[in-house]
């Protein structure tokens, strides 16, 4: 089996036990989940300051689908807070990701495969420099940091970005449920490893990050 065929059946058995759990179970697990994650981007912009000066503390997030851990409550915080929130809008054709400012939810509309997407009124963020976290979706993870995503390759084509301009990348994080864990993510040339994972069970940091 190659690293191919190896994504393709994690993704099916991670998606089978993630749609397991019942609607009450991950409401509850989500609930103590964002409110680990709303407890370190605190700490994690205080930490960082405003590293240019000239923008808020921002966030890159996801709106969730399916069965995913609900990280709405994650934005709303954010927005209390006075943090930039930035959304993607996926740009098929390019296979790339656009960002927008949202600061309510009616700067969303349904957009591709009926995802909730920023309208094309949203003021577009075109400098990624100015993103100091990034909360990632994944259907899998293992301890070491190591993500296993849809097989869009979107997020993995954003995070080049950062490398191929030489530019120090955001701090990455992800709120998964803890049955999401596996025992390894088969890592290819471009996948990207994330600073801080945190479940309902625990949090696992990069021995060597900021924050």
């Keep these: 089996m190659n690293i191919k ?6 993704r099916r058995q991670a998606e089978k036990a993630r749609n397991a759990l019942s609607v009450s179970e991950r409401a509850e697990k989500s609930a103590v989940i964002n409110e680990i994650l709303i407890r370190r981007l605190d700490e994690l912009f205080q930490s960082f300051g405003t590293r ?18 609900d990280v709405k409550p994650v934005m709303e915080a954010c927005w209390s807070r006075k943090y930039r929130i930035v959304v993607s809008k996926v740009q098929p054709e390019a296979k790339q990701l656009k960002l927008f400012e949202i600061r309510t939810y009616d700067d969303l509309e349904k ?7 920023p309208k094309a009124s949203a003021p577009q963020l075109s400098d990624i420099r100015q993103i100091d976290a990034v ?8 301890v070491h940091l190591g993500r296993l995503g849809y097989g ?3 997020y993995d ?3 080049q970005q950062y490398v191929r301009a030489g530019w120090s ?5 992800a709120g998964a449920f803890d049955i999401q864990m596996i025992k390894e993510v088969p890592m290819g040339l471009f996948d990207f490893r994330l600073d801080e994972l945190i479940t309902e069970e625990r949090s696992i940091r990069a021995a060597k990050t900021r924050g």
Excluded at 111 to 117: C, D, F, R, S
Excluded at 136 to 142: E, K, M, N, Q, T
Excluded at 169 to 173: G, Q
């Design 5 to 10: 065929e190896w994504k393709i059946e994690l």
């Design 52 to 69: 240019s000066g000239s923008h808020p503390p921002t966030l890159f997030t996801y709106m969730p689908i399916k069965s995913e851990v």
């Design 111 to 117: 957009g591709t495969w009926g995802i909730l997407e």
């Design 135 to 142: 909360l990632v979706p994944g259907l899998a993870f293992d």
């Design 152 to 154: 869009g390759g979107y």
């Design 157 to 159: 084509r954003f995070m």
């Design 169 to 173: 990348k955001p701090y990455i994080l």
